[in-house]
T-cell receptor, first 108, second 111 residues
Framework: GIQVEQSPPDLILQEGANSTLRCNFSDSVNNLQWFHQNPWGQLINLFYIPSGTKQNGRLSATTVATERYSLLYISSSQTTDSGVYFC??????????FGAGTTVTVRA | KAGVTQTPRYLIKTRGQQVTLSCSPISGHRSVSWYQQTPGQGLQFLFEYFSETQRNKGNFPGRFSGRQFSNSRSEMNVSTLELGDSALYLC??????????FGPGTRLTVL
């Protein structure tokens, strides 16, 4: 099956810092999404981004489908950004394959 | 609209027992998917239902099964529980292939 690799596995930031999370995938996909999982386990959809660039507030994402990678940018990080960020690709409709996640800790 | 709801939120069972988890999707969403999250294996796809039909299934043993009702509510069942079945079980509701809305999950502990 398709392989999804995320880096780095862990990231510690000082409040106000910027960061970049990376997702590499091994095959062509119909869809790529970024999720944030809060400490209570809730998964929140951040971006649906099979290609191109999108921005939502302090978060933005870029996917280069031809090179099979996606980047998630966090700018001016806040403590509420803490949690695990997952990249998920969709080799088949309605079936997501998740990466192992990047655990982000933002310190005040 | 109300979000995806899952019941119960927490569950403790012993080995050999069976368990049934429930998921109510967002109104109007006909696709419901289930995922298992463990520290060792991460998030893994279990199965997906659409209009009461299972359309896709992940690589899990036959002890894991599910169904969907005519009102799109879904249940998953795990029989003959093993210690390794301890996990967070997440349900996702979808209006289309591009978007999944996840519920808060059911945390199952098998003793």
């Amino acid at each position: 099956g398709i392989q999804v690799e995320q880096s780095p596995p862990d990231l510690i930031l000082q409040e106000g810092a910027n960061s970049t999370l990376r997702c590499n995938f091994s095959d062509s996909v119909n869809n790529l999404q970024w999720f944030h999982q809060n400490p209570w386990g809730q998964l929140i959809n951040l971006f649906y981004i099979p290609s191109g660039t999108k921005q939502n507030g302090r978060l933005s994402a870029t996917t280069v489908a031809t090179e099979r990678y996606s980047l998630l940018y966090i700018s001016s990080s806040q403590t509420t950004d803490s949690g695990v960020y997952f990249c998920a690709v969709e080799p088949d409709d309605y079936k997501l394959s998740f990466g192992a996640g990047t655990t982000v800790t933002v310190r005040a | 609209k109300a979000g995806v709801t899952q019941t119960p939120r927490y569950l403790i069972k012993t080995r050999g027992q069976q368990v049934t988890l429930s998921c109510s999707p967002i109104s109007g969403h006909r696709s419901v998917s289930w995922y298992q999250q463990t520290p060792g294996q991460g998030l893994q796809f279990l199965f997906e239902y659409f209009s009461e039909t299972q359309r896709n299934k992940g690589n899990f043993p036959g002890r894991f099964s599910g169904r969907q009702f005519s009102n799109s509510r879904s249940e998953m069942n795990v029989s003959t529980l093993e210690l390794g079945d301890s996990a967070l079980y997440l349900c996702a509701s979808s209006p289309d292939p591009d978007t999944q809305y996840f519920g808060p999950g059911t945390r199952l502990t098998v003793l």
